[in-house]
């Protein structure tokens, strides 16, 4: 069992949807959690961090966490065509490294 | 967010040469830095861990002899590929963080080709 998984995708969403990224991690342990977003050719980019259960809010992004369940989600409102992109989920425990998920490729179709 | 700069942004050698890429964090003081290769499609993959003042921690199946990691000053990381090859062609970028557990953020990365 890979301590990250998330549906490698492509996940295809009409433009002015709501997309929906899911992530599983492995180690109960786990404490931060982090959403990145990569274009192609370029270096991820941090979008969110959550840390505690319950959703966080940043305009049109929404992290959600579980611990519970081991689960950690985005939400994406109003997809625009410039989401399209690899989105790769991260976890980790206090003062270890960060362990991220192979990614979903996300394309917004117009 | 806090800013990571790499130098250069993408380098052509010629087989058996060495390389030198340099990762900044401009803003704040990273006391461990990441380098990460990428291949086209492909995921990131980590390759060492370095904390500043001390050795690198590599991945299993990286060559510390091959890829070394200097991280002098809370500020400056550095990865020389040293004899490259061809097989060595690919994308690294380096992140920096402020603990082992905090967030990282990644610099713009470096586009390796070797001839």
């Known amino acids: 069992q890979k301590e990250v998984e998330q549906n490698s995708g492509p996940l295809s969403v009409p433009e002015g949807a709501i997309a929906s990224l899911n992530c599983t991690y492995s180690?109960?342990?786990?404490?931060?959690f982090f959403w990145y977003r990569q274009y192609s050719g370029k270096s991820p980019e941090l979008i969110m961090s959550?840390?505690?259960?319950g959703d966080k809010e940043d305009g049109r992004f929404t992290a959600q966490l579980n611990k519970a369940s081991q689960y950690v989600s985005l939400l994406i409102r109003d997809s625009q065509p410039s989401d399209s992109a690899t989105y790769l989920c991260?976890?980790?425990?206090?003062?270890?490294?960060?362990?991220f998920g192979s990614g979903t490729r996300l394309s917004i179709r117009p | 967010g806090a800013v990571v700069s790499q130098h250069p942004s993408w380098v052509i050698c010629k087989s058996g040469t060495s390389v030198k890429i340099e990762c900044r964090s401009l803003?704040?003081?990273?006391?461990?830095m990441f380098w990460y290769r990428q291949f086209p499609k492909q995921s990131l993959m980590l390759m060492a861990t370095?904390?500043?003042?001390?050795?690198?921690?590599?991945e299993q199946g990286v060559e510390k002899d091959k890829f070394l990691i200097n991280h002098a000053s809370l500020t400056l990381s550095t990865l020389t590929v040293t004899s490259a090859h061809p097989e060595d062609s690919s994308f690294y970028i380096c992140?920096?963080?402020?603990?082992?557990?905090?967030?990282?953020?990644f610099g713009p990365g470096t586009r390796l080709t070797v001839l």
């Open positions: 803003d704040f003081q990273a006391t461990t």
């Open positions: 991260a976890v980790n425990r206090s003062a270890s490294k960060i362990i």
């Open positions: 959550i840390y505690s259960n």
């Open positions: 180690d109960r342990g786990s404490q931060s």
């Open positions: 370095s904390n500043e003042g001390s050795k690198a921690t590599y």
């Open positions: 992140s920096a963080s402020q603990g082992l557990g905090n967030e990282q953020f």
